[in-house]
């Protein structure tokens, strides 16, 4: 099915080790994000790519960093995890503003990361 | 600085009832618009519905629609006929950015609502 996948589902990481979240989308869409969600706060944005070839911070960028592999292709990674990076995360595409845009964003199912 | 506020943590509705769920807002972008997900326990990202600050009439689809009142920046989701499948917990959102067409932007979301739909 079309759409926006995420490996891993879930990932349990001890104190100080590194990981890198994936995400990739065949929807051809020029726009692709990280969100984490935690109980309570919503969904915030760690960074996003606008489109191939630029990554920008977002509200909770600390501890992150991203890499914009090509145009399907968005990667997320830790350095060195900490307890407060254990959340879900988000992936997701978007077109570029314009008429199809009215749906917003396609997401992938999320990664439930645990750090001990 | 753009900002997405729902008061409500929970909620309870009775089965086949209607509810409404808050949202506020804050901008000074003359363009923007607002969308609501749903996430049931499984945990995906469902999309609801949309409202441009444009739009002249409330935005429906199906069982849901949006009331939006612009002078009070509000933008409420009403679910008519409550099933249970709509236990969930639903997110309002604010486009940021996009202001031009072809233009990139990002959403903003607030805390959420868990809704639970009584029998």
């Known amino acids: 099915n079309a759409g926006v996948t995420q490996t891993p589902k879930f990932q349990v990481l001890k104190t100080g080790q590194s990981m890198t979240l994936q995400c990739a989308q065949d929807?051809?869409?020029?726009?692709m994000y990280w969100y984490r969600q935690d109980p309570g706060m919503g969904l915030r944005l760690i960074y996003y790519?606008?489109?191939?070839?630029?990554?920008d911070k977002g509200e909770v960028p600390n501890g992150y960093n991203v890499s914009r592999l090509n145009k399907r292709e968005f990667s997320l990674r830790l350095e060195s995890a900490a307890p407060s990076q254990t959340s879900v995360y988000f992936c997701?595409?978007?077109?570029?503003?314009?008429?199809?845009?009215?749906?917003?964003?396609?997401f992938g199912s999320g990664t439930r990361l645990t750090v001990v | 600085a753009q900002k997405i506020t729902q008061t409500q943590p929970g909620m309870f509705v009775q089965e086949k009832e209607a509810v409404t769920l808050d949202c506020t807002y804050d901008?000074?972008?003359?363009?923007?618009?607002l969308f609501w997900y749903k996430q049931p326990s499984s945990g995906e990202m469902i999309f609801l519905i949309y409202?441009?600050?444009?739009?002249?009439q409330n935005a429906t689809e199906g069982r849901y629609s949006l009331n939006f009142q612009k002078a009070r920046k509000s933008a409420n989701l009403v679910i008519s006929a409550s099933q249970l499948g709509d236990s969930a917990m639903y997110f309002c959102?604010?486009?940021?950015?996009?202001?031009?067409?072809?233009?990139?932007?990002?959403?903003?979301f607030g805390s959420g609502t868990r809704l639970l739909v009584r029998p």
């Open positions: 997701a595409s978007s077109v570029l503003w314009g008429a199809l845009a009215n749906y917003g964003y396609t």
């Open positions: 929807m051809n869409h020029n726009s």
């Open positions: 790519s606008a489109s191939e070839g630029t990554t």
């Open positions: 901008t000074s972008d003359p363009s923007y618009g």
């Open positions: 409202q441009g600050s444009y739009d002249q």
């Open positions: 959102a604010m486009r940021e950015g996009g202001a031009l067409m072809d233009s990139s932007y990002k959403l903003i």
